[in-house]
């Protein structure tokens, strides 16, 4: 018992030294997320930006973006994210893609999201 309350303490501690790559969005991308902190304007990249969005998701959605800044496949950005309901829960899978043919970087999201009560 002992050992596990250790390791659970060292492990917080370390998490915060942690850090994580992040893609490299385009300009406008942030701004396809913002319907995360809405509960009437949802849609399927909403829980890009928020998990918690998924929760309100009454319907199947499927969205895609790409951007080619300045006509330069080098700039390029693609993301595509579908948000499916069931029973047990709301699912989301999001994939997205930055960079050109020498240099890139993917990603690929999956998030889980349910409401816990009726507020």
């Known amino acids: ?3 596990q309350f250790l390791s659970v303490i060292l492990l917080l501690l370390t998490a915060g030294l942690l850090s994580a790559q ?3 969005y385009s300009v406008a991308m942030p ?3 913002l319907g995360a902190y809405s509960s009437i304007q949802n849609d399927a990249f909403s829980f890009t930006r928020n998990q918690a969005a998924l929760a309100t998701a009454k319907q199947a959605g ?3 973006f790409g951007e080619r800044r300045f006509l330069l496949s080098e700039t390029s950005s693609y993301a595509a994210a579908v948000a499916i309901p069931s029973k047990l829960g709301n699912f989301g899978l999001s ?3 930055a960079g050109f043919k020498n240099f890139n970087e993917n ?3 999956l998030a889980y999201g349910r409401s816990l009560g009726k507020r």
């Open 1 to 3: 018992m002992r050992k």
């Open 22 to 24: 992040s893609l490299r």
């Open 62 to 64: 499927f969205g895609v």
């Open 31 to 33: 701004y396809i997320g």
């Open 107 to 109: 990603k690929i999201g």
């Open 95 to 97: 994939i997205n893609y």
